[in-house]
Nanobody
């Protein structure tokens, strides 16, 4: 049974930082690309960042230079370091195993003063 468990969300002021974590079980983690998505109220879910098995990363334009995706295969965990957060980053953030049906339950990120 595949499980993805996200953590690290919360309330932060504009300009602040958060680090999201997603720990996977039930899969050979190192064999998959991983991704982070987000969904803001009233908007469609969008891809934020992805990382291949080899560590190549890709980012949505609005987060380039502010967010960093990384992975630790020894811990079966993918991270999303989010810096210089903006109110527009407010959303539920989900991790997913790329190209599969496996998603986490989501973690809320709220950027507000």
């Amino acid at each position: 049974q595949v499980q993805l468990v996200e953590s690290g969300g919360g309330l932060v002021q504009p300009g602040g930082s958060l680090r999201l974590s997603c720990t996977a079980s039930g899969i050979t983690f190192s064999g998959y690309a991983m991704s982070w998505y987000r969904q803001a109220p009233g908007k469609e879910r969008e891809l934020v960042a992805s990382i291949t098995r080899a560590g190549t990363t890709n980012y949505e334009d609005s987060v380039k230079g502010r967010f960093t995706i990384s992975r630790d295969n020894a811990k079966n965990t993918v991270y999303l370091q989010m810096n210089t957060l903006e109110p527009e980053d407010t959303a539920v953030y989900y991790c997913a195993v790329w190209g599969t049906i496996y998603w986490g339950q989501g973690t809320q990120v709220t950027v507000s003063s």
